[in-house]
T-cell receptor, first 112, second 113 residues
Framework: SQQGEEDPQALSIQEGENATMNCSYK?????LQWYRQNSGRGLVHLIL?????REKHSGRLRVTLDTSKKSSSLLITASRAADTASYFC????????????FGQGTTLQVKP | EPEVTQTPSHQVTQMGQEVILRCVPI?????FYWYRQILGQKVEFLVS????????KSEIFDDQFSVERPDGSNFTLKIRSTKLEDSAMYFC???????????FGPGTRLTVL
């Protein structure tokens, strides 16, 4: 598998349900960042979690990081139709250059 | 809220032509990046830049590519002789520190005919 693989590739849920997306990676990291991308648009930063952190929250978003399993998850609670987008994890495994390696992303569809 | 801006939003060019993509990073940020995303594919790192030097570049960033910070606000990506396979969305990003949140611009869609 490649650095930063998301699972599932696609997810379809009803408004109000929770959505969980997973990301796995292969090498040691400095941090892991989650981004959202609406179709054909730019990348919106959601959360950064550092390698010494296990969980972070931001509004309806909850991110966990398990460095022993080299995996992270993004939970969106009480989803809304506006959450429909692609979600990417990006890992920073660089020395000090900030290079991010992105996964293929999870396409989330939230049905009203 | 400060944001990264990019111009133009869409650039169409003929194969073999030179293009310059422009970015204005967030004003107090010192680390700058270019990424690209070919349609339907994942975002790929091109180059990182700090203190007027390239910090790291990918295999994609060959001799046809160059970056420059011509003044205190702009950060540019130049492709000297475009190829069909350079068609992609190009994103500029900036961060205050190297291991910090990277803020992305809206992207420039480059179409090479």
């Amino acid at each position: 598998s490649q650095q930063g693989e998301e699972d599932p590739q696609a997810l379809s849920i009803q408004e109000g349900e929770n959505a969980t997306m997973n990301c796995s990676y292969k090498t040691s990291i400095n941090n892991l960042q989650w981004y959202r991308q609406n179709s054909g648009r730019g990348l919106v930063h959601l959360i950064l979690i550092r390698s010494n952190e296990r969980e972070k929250h931001s509004g309806r978003l909850r991110v966990t990081l398990d460095t022993s399993k080299k995996s992270s998850s993004l939970l969106i609670t009480a989803s809304r139709a506006a959450d429909t987008a692609s979600y990417f994890c990006a890992t920073d495994a660089s020395g000090n250059t900030g290079k991010l390696i992105f996964g293929q992303g999870t396409t989330l569809q939230v049905k009203p | 809220e400060p944001e990264v801006t990019q111009t133009p939003s869409h650039q169409v060019t003929q194969m073999g032509q030179e293009v310059i993509l422009r970015c204005v990073p967030i004003s107090n940020h010192l680390y700058f990046y270019w990424y690209r995303q070919i349609l339907g594919q994942k975002v790929e790192f091109l180059v990182s830049f700090y203190n007027n030097e390239i910090s790291e570049k990918s295999e994609i960033f060959d001799d046809q590519f160059s970056v420059e910070r011509p003044d205190g606000s702009n950060f540019t990506l130049k492709i000297r002789s475009t190829k069909l396979e350079d068609s992609a969305m190009y994103f500029c990003a900036s961060s205050e520190y190297p291991r910090d949140t990277q803020y992305f611009g809206p992207g420039t869609r480059l179409t090479v005919l």
